[in-house]
C-alpha cells in the first residue's frame, strides 16, 4: 500500500506558476506508476499527467500539454506538477495517484488517492 499527500496549491493569477507536491509513504514507491487527476466543480475528473516508474517516460492530457511538466524524485518518495501558463480554466482540486501497473489515464484504474489540493486561477 501507499499513501498519498498533496501539497503546493493555492490561489494564482492567470499566467503564473505553481509546483504540486505529492509526498508517498512507503518503501515500493518506486514499483508505482503515478498520475495527477483534477476535478472542477460539476465535471468529471479529468487526467492531467503521468509518469511511468522509473520516471522515462511521461504522458499529459490535452489540455496542458506544453504547459505543465511532471517528474518524480524516487530516493524522495515524491511526485511532482509544475504547472506554468495557467489559465482560468485550470482551476480544480488537483488529485494524484498510484497504480501497480503502467500509466493509466482513467481515474477508474489508480487505486491510491492523495487528499487532494485546490489550485485557483484568477483572470
Known amino acids: 500500500q501507499v499513501q498519498l499527500v498533496e501539497s503546493g496549491g493555492g490561489l494564482v493569477q492567470a499566467g503564473g506558476s505553481l509546483r504540486l507536491s505529492c509526498a508517498a509513504s512507503?518503501?515500493?514507491?518506486?514499483?508505482?506508476?503515478m498520475g495527477w487527476f483534477r476535478q472542477a466543480p460539476g465535471k468529471e475528473r479529468e487526467f492531467v499527467a503521468g509518469?511511468?516508474?522509473?520516471?522515462?517516460?511521461?504522458y499529459y492530457g490535452d489540455s496542458v500539454k506544453g504547459r505543465f511538466t511532471i517528474s518524480r524524485d524516487n530516493a524522495k518518495n515524491t511526485v511532482y506538477l509544475q504547472m506554468n501558463s495557467l489559465k482560468p480554466e485550470d482551476t480544480a482540486v488537483y488529485y494524484c495517484?498510484?497504480?501497480?501497473?503502467?500509466?493509466?489515464?482513467?481515474?477508474?484504474?489508480?487505486?491510491?488517492w492523495g487528499q487532494g489540493t485546490q489550485v485557483t486561477v484568477s483572470s
Open positions: 509518469i511511468t516508474w522509473s520516471g522515462s517516460d511521461t
Open positions: 512507503g518503501r515500493t514507491f518506486s514499483s508505482y506508476a
Open positions: 495517484a498510484a497504480r501497480l501497473s503502467t500509466v493509466g489515464t482513467s481515474h477508474r484504474e489508480y487505486a491510491y
